[in-house]
T-cell receptor, first 111, second 115 residues
Framework: SQQGEEDPQALSIQEGENATMNCSYK?????LQWYRQNSGRGLVHLIL?????REKHSGRLRVTLDTSKKSSSLLITASRAADTASYFC???????????FGAGTRLAVHP | DGGITQSPKYLFRKEGQNVTLSCEQN?????MYWYRQDPGQGLRLIYY???????QKGDIAEGYSVSREKKESFPLTVTSAQKNPTAFYLC??????????????FGPGTRLTVT
């Protein structure tokens, strides 16, 4: 069962540009999380936004959440080649400690 | 990859053989999870365990088995009944976030190839 769907599936930009990834989900949630995965590696937690928050920042990351549209976006500002990775949104499912992950957005940042 | 180790990184097996993937964590987390990831895809939950000696099936448990005899360890066995076992397997554990939600920590993964 897939809850989150990321858009676009792939994104290619130049260093210094901003990258925006979107996530849509189907059911009501109390939080949404974004994770990053470098090729062939495990996922790393980036940021969590609660349902009563509209926007959250962490360094060059900015996450928004619109519960009325059941969507979230992740913005990476001033991207670097090291930001090249896949980015996944994850939402709670069933029990509060289970997550459902979307298919991810593959970001390529070219020097 | 935090305090979660998975071994080996690459594993090759012949069709029809059972294989066990190791997952160990030293984070003192209660909950642990196994996911399967296919190329270009997201993660699908195989099994999860909230406490020692207890585990539940995820979305794609058929052909897999687990045990949770110790808090630190959550091995996954891929049995010969799993029709398409070649995939990247990820283990995770979770901790209660300050916001009341659960944040997951992932191991580096094991890439299993069955021929």
């Amino acid at each position: 069962s897939q809850q989150g769907e990321e858009d676009p599936q792939a994104l290619s930009i130049q260093e210094g540009e901003n990258a925006t990834m979107n996530c849509s989900y189907k059911t009501s949630i109390n939080n949404l999380q974004w994770y990053r995965q470098n090729s062939g590696r495990g996922l790393v937690h980036l940021i969590l936004i609660r349902s009563n928050e509209r926007e959250k920042h962490s360094g060059r990351l900015r996450v928004t959440l619109d519960t009325s549209k059941k969507s979230s976006s992740l913005l990476i500002t001033a991207s670097r080649a090291a930001d090249t990775a896949s980015y996944f949104c994850a939402t709670p499912s069933g029990g509060y400690n289970k997550l459902i992950f979307g298919a991810g957005t593959r970001l390529a940042v070219h020097p | 990859d935090g305090g979660i180790t998975q071994s080996p990184k690459y594993l090759f097996r012949k069709e029809g053989q059972n294989v066990t993937l190791s997952c160990e964590q030293n984070l003192n987390h209660d909950a642990m999870y196994w996911y399967r990831q296919d190329p270009g895809q997201g993660l699908r939950l195989i099994y999860y365990s909230q406490i020692v000696n207890d585990f539940q099936k995820g979305d794609i448990a058929e052909g897999y088995s687990v045990s949770r005899e110790k808090k630190e360890s959550f091995p996954l066995t891929v049995t010969s009944a799993q029709k398409n076992p070649t995939a990247f397997y990820l283990c995770a554990s979770s901790i209660l976030h300050s916001s009341g939600a659960y944040e997951q920590y992932f191991g580096p993964g094991t890439r299993l190839t069955v021929t």
